[in-house]
Structure formats: structure tokens, C-alpha cells
């Protein structure tokens, strides 16, 4: 059974760099194909993709938000995490982190519950 | 970089068939992933890789994508099913890309 969540503070402050991590369970991010990614939702708009990372520590950034962002991984503690630097209150959103199987092309298969972030003064 | 161009809203009447769309350039070429969003929860993938069903879906769901659209097809069209729904697809020069997605409204 695969899940996964997020985790990082609720609120910011503008200019702050804002650090999240994604703990899953039910798969390796060491097995070939498996990825972790990060994606966002402001409140009534839509999702936007911002980065993943892959099982041989390729890294993908969305081309809009690349000088901002970077994604790590850590295998041993089946964690993911995410830095956006210089947040700004048009950043305030819900951040999930999703699993996929680039093997399966199955898209992100599986969704954590994800987390709200507000940036504001 | 990639565009996917949905409609904001499809509406439809109980037990009928809603047909979403989603636009892109010689979008058939590529894998195509559909999602399910209701109110103040996550996604939910509904059909993936154009047209197949992840385990749990009802087989109401079905995907096509030929040309420049791909399309999802719910049938027998239910109270349930109304929620935003996102097509994605991975492209080389814009990497994972979603769609604006489009609110299903069933009335």
C-alpha cells in the first residue's frame, strides 16, 4: 500500500524560503522507473507541476519556477523534499507530493493529502 | 513550451454522457492522464496512458486521444461524479504538464 504525505510549516512570511518534505511508504525510490513529484494548488485554480525527482536522482523543474526550486531525495529515510526559495503571497497554495511509475506510465498514481501553504507578512 | 487547453465547465444531466476534452498539439502522440479532483481533497488518476483504468474506477470512465484532442467520457453520468477533472500528459520540452481543467457540473 503506498502513501504519502506532506509536511512543512502552514504559514511563511514573503522573501522566506519555504521547505517541505514528502514522507511515503509502500515503495523504494531506488527502484528503477519510480519517481516522486510536487505539485501545487492555489486556492480555486488549478494544479501546476513544479519538480520531480527520479529513482537515479534525475532532477525535473517546471521551466517557469526552476531558478526557485530544489528537490532532493533521501532513499534511506523514504523521504522527498522540496525548497522554493523567495516566496511570495501569489505562492499561497496547497503543495502535494504524488508517486509515479514511469515503467507503469501511469501518470501520479498515488497522492499525498496535501499540505496548505499561506505567505504573508 | 506544452499547452493543454480544457473547457472551465461541462454540464450534464443524470444518466447521460459528459465528454470533457482536452486540446494539445498532436496531443495523440502522447500518453495522456486523467484526474479527478473533489472539494478539499487530493487528485484522484481516473484513466491513464490514454485510456486505461486504474483498479476501483468504474468502468463508466474511458479516455480516448487521437489528433489534437484527447477526450474523457463518463457514462451513466452520476450526482458522484461532480468534481474538476485535469488531463496531463509529460512532454520533452515542458516536462509534466496539466491542463486548467474543467468543472463537471451535473444537474
Known amino acids: 500500500q503506498i502513501t504519502l504525505k506532506e509536511s512543512g510549516p502552514t504559514l511563511v512570511k514573503p522573501t522566506q524560503t519555504l521547505t517541505l518534505t514528502c514522507t511515503f511508504s509502500g515503495f523504494s525510490l531506488s527502484t528503477s522507473g519510480v519517481g516522486v513529484g510536487w505539485i501545487r494548488q492555489p486556492p480555486g485554480k488549478a494544479l501546476e507541476w513544479l519538480a520531480l525527482?527520479?529513482?537515479?536522482?534525475?532532477?525535473r523543474y517546471s521551466p517557469s519556477l526552476k531558478s526557485r526550486l530544489t528537490i532532493t531525495k533521501d532513499t534511506s529515510k523514504n523521504q522527498v523534499v522540496l525548497t522554493m526559495t523567495n516566496m511570495d503571497p501569489v505562492d499561497t497554495a496547497t503543495y502535494y507530493c504524488?508517486?509515479?511509475?514511469?515503467?507503469?506510465?501511469?501518470?501520479?498514481?498515488?497522492w499525498g493529502q496535501g499540505t496548505l501553504v499561506t505567505v504573508s507578512s | 513550451s506544452y499547452v493543454l487547453t480544457q473547457p472551465p465547465s461541462v454540464s450534464v444531466a443524470p444518466g447521460q454522457t459528459a465528454r470533457i476534452t482536452c486540446g494539445g498539439n498532436?496531443?495523440?502522440?502522447?500518453?495522456v492522464h486523467w484526474y479527478q479532483q473533489k472539494p478539499g481533497q487530493a487528485p484522484v488518476l481516473v484513466v491513464y496512458d490514454d485510456s486505461d483504468r486504474p483498479s476501483g474506477i468504474p468502468e463508466r470512465f474511458s479516455g480516448s486521444n487521437s489528433g489534437n484532442t484527447a477526450t474523457l467520457t463518463i457514462s451513466r453520468v452520476e450526482a458522484g461524479d461532480e468534481a474538476d477533472y485535469y488531463c496531463q500528459v509529460w512532454d520533452s520540452s515542458s516536462d509534466w504538464v496539466f491542463g486548467g481543467g474543467t468543472k463537471l457540473t451535473v444537474l
Open positions: 525527482i527520479y529513482w537515479d536522482d534525475d532532477k
Open positions: 504524488a508517486h509515479v511509475d514511469t515503467a507503469m506510465a501511469t501518470g501520479f498514481d498515488y
Open positions: 498532436n496531443i495523440g502522440s502522447k500518453s
